[in-house]
């Protein structure tokens, strides 16, 4: 390597970090997948990784000697909301506050790898996705590597797409059949399943620079296309958005638990921007009932919060009554709904069943007052967007999946946020990236 003051061309920067990963790759394979468990090799890749990527790169290998190769994000001034908007909002992006604590963290460089059908728990260059993975299943792989691991959360890949969209850059990836739609010369290398004469996958890392979050060798490939990815740390329960506390997702709550249909972990968050109890568990509006003050309650499909001790009458029902309005606030959360011809955000749930709806990300509209929280999240456009990607929802619950795949053409986009599948759905067009929280 030259020293710091010298000059490399783009081309001799990745083929440098390649060559390194690419022999990684090929040493685990040559083992039979099993694992790299000499402790002097592991330390000998980790130091050519970093030095190579000036300290962008690194490699983990959990306790069976499996390993992946990662991007480090950390909490400098690039993520403060500030930044990432170019204006005086306030404070730090979510991804970066873990548990109360503002930390660094890792995304995979590149997708979980596949090898002759079986899916493995690594992160390397030159493999086929996984793909055929259940989010429990996916998320049981990952955590199962050890203390750190977990699936990508909404927070961190919300992250990457705002810092994709600072710096005027929309990365590319396979999304027609090994090509990227809008500039079809884009092309990585085919693996694995194919239709005719079209192939679904590319090889991790084997598309242009351009397919990496941020067009550099050290970025993270195939955020977009390839196959959609299983994020942790968000779903939605018949259109109500579900998520937990700044990025505690990647934290503590990182576990299959924290993540079951039952866990008592998930929040909705209400209009004014908190996170609170899901709509499932608030009880009925009951007339004749003694409700104190910030009482809640579920009446005719909305949530209402109590202005003050009252008993409840007819009068006082809420949304209807007379004088409602006098003892209950209309205080609902924040719902990805269908009004009959068009998929928007609003505060109770409405007209989502099976079909599927969509709309593209930057054209999704509300009919409330969308608090700062769902832009931060990444549930919603920023005034100023004007982003590829598609959202996608139906009714029961949906797991969150990002990225869109091979063949979404122009839905595909690093804001497309799928909430059309269920945790125990798989197929061909479903994978997942992986997170690291260590030091």
């Known amino acids: 390597m030259r020293s710091y ?24 394979l040559a083992g039979g997948m099993t694992g790299i468990t000499d402790a002097q090799v592991q330390k000998d890749f980790r130091k050519r990784i970093e030095i190579a990527s000036f300290g962008r790169n690194t490699v983990r290998f959990d306790a069976n000697g499996q390993p992946s190769v990662l991007v480090k994000f950390s909490p400098d001034d690039k993520s403060r909301l500030a930044y990432l908007y170019a204006d005086s909002t306030t404070g730090m992006q979510s991804a970066f506050i873990i548990d109360g604590k503002a930390k660094p963290w890792y995304r995979g460089k590149y997708q979980m ?74 092309k990585g290398i085919a ?72 866990s008592v972990s998930w929040k909705a968050i209400d209009v004014d921007g908190n996170l609170v109890t899901p709509e499932a568990g608030v009880s009925a509006y009951a007339d004749a009932t003694v409700y104190a003050t910030d009482a809640i309650v579920m009446h005719n499909g909305v949530r209402y919060k109590a202005l003050t001790n009252h008993t409840s009458e007819s009068a006082t029902e809420p949304g209807v009554g007379a004088s409602w309005q006098t003892v209950w606030v209309r205080k609902g959360t924040l719902h990805y709904a269908w009004d009959g011809a068009k998929v928007l955000l ?17 054209a999704l509209t509300a009919n409330i007052s969308v608090p700062e929280i769902a832009v931060h999240l990444g549930l919603f456009p920023k005034a100023s967007g004007n982003y590829k990607g598609t959202l996608y929802i139906r009714g029961g619950e949906r797991m969150a999946l990002r990225g869109g795949y091979f063949s979404n053409t122009n839905s595909a986009g690093v804001r497309s946020l799928n909430r059309n599948n269920g945790r125990g759905d798989s197929d061909y067009s479903i994978g997942s990236g992986l997170a690291y929280t260590g030091d």
Not at 5 to 28: H, V
Not at 118 to 124: A, D, E, G, I, R
Not at 214 to 238: M, Q
């Open 5 to 28: 003051m010298e000059q490399y061309t783009e081309n001799e920067l990745a083929r440098n970090i390649f060559a390194i990963e690419d022999e990684l790759t090929s040493l685990w």
């Open 113 to 186: 790898g596949r090898v002759n059908g079986t899916n493995y728990p690594v992160c390397l260059r030159g493999l086929e996705p996984w793909y055929n993975i259940t989010f429990d299943a996916a998320q049981a792989a990952i955590v199962a590597k050890g203390a750190g691991y977990c699936l990508p959360t909404q927070q961190m890949e919300t992250f990457i797409a705002l810092a994709c969209e600072r710096n005027g850059f929309e990365p590319g990836g396979n999304t027609y059949y090994g090509s990227y739609y809008y500039a079809q010369d884009e």
């Open 191 to 262: 693996s694995g399943m194919y239709s005719g004469a079209n192939y679904y996958h590319t090889k991790g890392g084997s598309g242009p620079l351009s397919w990496s979050h941020d067009g550099t060798p050290f970025g993270c490939f195939d955020v977009v296309g390839n196959t959609w990815k299983w994020t942790g740390a968000l779903r939605t329960v018949n259109g109500e958005i579900q998520t937990f506390a700044d990025n505690n997702g990647a934290g503590t709550l990182s576990t299959v638990a924290a993540h079951a249909v039952a």
């Open 346 to 362: 609003t505060d109770h749930a409405e007209g989502l069943d099976e079909t599927t709806r969509s709309v593209a990300f930057s």
